[in-house]
């Protein structure tokens, strides 16, 4: 399955920002999808994610700020990210998790400004 990612961009602190992951396929039995981020030098880490029965997991960090959603319909899921602060920003990834492997979206860069 291939990914598509869009939505990153800058946004002051205390903002909003919807990211949102397009995949070549139907989503609706698709295990486990997500997103991790890498913060400018440091390790990739992870986010938030969704699994085909709707459960879905947030880091600490993020908890309580950011929402993950899927649209079956569209194969599309979303990260809806509030009270962005300067520590959010890094590249977001989005990726699928099945079985046979994991696949990975491109990546869009999140800039807060304070």
């Known amino acids: 399955v291939q990914l598509q990612a869009s939505g990153g961009g800058l946004v002051q602190a205390g903002g909003s920002l919807r990211l949102s992951c397009a995949a070549s396929?139907?989503?609706?039995?698709?295990?486990?999808m997500g997103w991790y981020r890498q913060p400018p030098g440091k390790e990739r880490e992870p986010v938030a994610t969704i699994s085909n029965i709707g459960s879905t997991y947030y880091s600490d960090s993020v908890e309580g700020r950011f929402t993950i959603s899927r649209d079956i319909a569209k194969n599309t899921i979303h990260l809806q990210m509030n009270s962005l602060d300067r520590e959010d920003t890094a590249v977001y990834y989005c990726?699928?998790?099945?079985?046979?492997?994991?696949?990975w979206g491109q990546g869009t860069l999140v800039t807060v400004s304070s």
């Open positions: 396929e139907s989503i609706s039995s698709i295990h486990i």
């Open positions: 990726y699928v998790w099945k079985p046979s492997g994991t696949n």
